[in-house]
């Protein structure tokens, strides 16, 4: 016999994943073991430190606890210290839901930071719902979601995928070859560049999916370059681009030739993949570590002081940073880590974030963010080519769209 829970969690995770909000799902009411009687109160972080999303989801977590320190620095929240427990996610989105699990009822916290693939983020989905806990995700990803658990503080759709191909379609690109990994986010996100395609008179060359991890792509890379793309949109995660992109440049592919705009590469994977087989390839996030505000000024200066000069940030450890004082305000402006009234508190709540002001949808749980393409130059770090007027409000299931009509179905 099946448990009721995990019929739950199952009708959760399909309806998610199908672009259903996950808030009309059912999901059990679960008693909290949240201990706010001492002085100290429990959060959670859940990243990769280990298999084939290490490479990016270690600096996440590092950017978890520096917040939190930066927190207990000043007073903690609601005068409590933060005690930071963290995990291993392991790279599995199996592991990632059963630490997820320890987390909230073993080690009761009030709140866990982490995840960076879809695939985590959708096992993750259901254990925060039966259990009314709360999971701050930092990643940007393929929209089409929206949870009463989950508060989303990278980029939606609308606000990295979209500007991206604004920006190759107002540079003269007009046909594109899509070229990721075999999951969740670049197969979603694919279906929004193909409408997109279809509706701005852009031709899709190709596409092709290899599995997180997968180190080949010669054959892969000769159909790019057979192709006549004019572009190319990676959505390759991990360390499959350290493969895909020292075979691209072995091939003599070149940016001016055919340029690659990524949308998971950050500054922190450009030392893995080597800077002289990706130099002048562009990017499309929210943040960069060369963002010229006095508030990014101080973040790169205490990260750089914490973990080492050598050491760069990139947008979702900026987020997952982010992600931390959000919490924070909204616990303070709730009075109180209880969770149902931190979700009532979240409308309106900011914070002057490295990125810039942001600023939490109480309807949605996104953030409003400032799209930026990137350019990666020579010394390793990645510069803003072009930015949006101000920050864009999130429109997770792209209603402002006419040609997404139909996606989230």
């Known amino acids: 016999m099946i448990a009721a829970g995990a ?10 994943g199908c672009g259903t909000k996950a808030s009309e799902t059912d999901s059990a009411t679960a008693e909290s073991c949240v201990d706010t009687s001492g002085p100290t ?14 490479i990016s989801e270690v600096t996440v977590r590092d950017a978890i606890a520096l917040a939190v320190e930066e927190i207990n620095a000043d007073g903690g929240v609601l005068g409590k210290q933060i005690e930071l427990i963290g995990e291993d996610g392991a790279s599995e989105p199996t592991v990632f839901a059963e630490k997820a699990e320890k987390l909230i009822s073993s080690d009761c916290v009030a709140a866990v930071f982490g995840g960076w693939t879809s695939s985590s983020r959708k096992a993750m989905l259901p254990v925060f719902e039966s259990n ?14 929206s949870s009463p658990n989950i508060f989303y503080t990278g980029a939606t759709t609308n606000q990295q995928i979209v500007p991206a191909l604004d ?6 690109v007009k046909s594109l070859y899509l070229v990721g990994s075999d999951y969740v986010f670049p197969q979603t996100a694919n279906r929004i560049i193909k409408a997109y395609a279809e509706a701005n008179g852009i031709e899709i060359k190709g596409e092709d999916y290899t599995p997180l991890g997968s180190t080949d792509f010669s054959t892969i890379v000769n159909k790019v370059r057979n192709s006549g793309a004019d572009a190319v949109f990676n959505t390759l995660n991990g360390d499959s ?25 950050a500054e922190e994977e450009i030392g893995g993949i080597g800077v002289e087989n990706i130099a002048g390839q562009l990017t499309a996030w929210n943040y960069y570590e060369t963002v010229d505000t006095p508030e990014n000024k101080k973040f790169v200066e205490a990260y750089k ?8 940030t990139s947008d979702p450890m900026e ?10 305000n909204t616990v303070e402006k709730a009075g109180s880590f209880d969770v149902d009234k931190v979700k009532e508190a979240a409308d309106g709540v900011t914070f002057d974030a490295p990125e810039g002001l942001v600023t939490l949808d109480g309807e949605n749980h996104h ?40 996606l989230s179905n």
């Open 241 to 265: 681009n350290v493969a895909f992109f020292r075979e691209y440049r072995n091939v003599g592919l070149t940016p001016e030739q055919m340029p690659v705009i990524s949308v998971s590469i």
């Open 167 to 172: 920006y190759l379609k107002e540079q003269g």
């Open 305 to 312: 002081e914490k973990y080492g000069r050598n050491k760069p």
């Open 132 to 145: 009314n806990a709360l999971l701050y995700y930092p990643v940007q990803y393929e929209g089409l979601e």
């Open 367 to 406: 953030i409003t963010k400032t799209a930026r393409i990137g350019q990666i130059r020579p010394d390793g770090l990645i510069y803003t080519i072009w930015e949006s007027p101000g920050p864009i409000e999130p429109d997770p299931y792209l209603k402002s769209y006419p040609w997404a009509a139909g």
């Open 41 to 54: 109160i429990k959060v959670g972080s859940l990243n990769s430190l280990s298999g084939t999303m290490a």
């Open 7 to 16: 019929v739950v969690a199952a009708t959760s995770l399909m309806l998610a």
């Open 319 to 328: 987020a997952a940073y982010t992600s931390v004082y959000l919490w924070k």
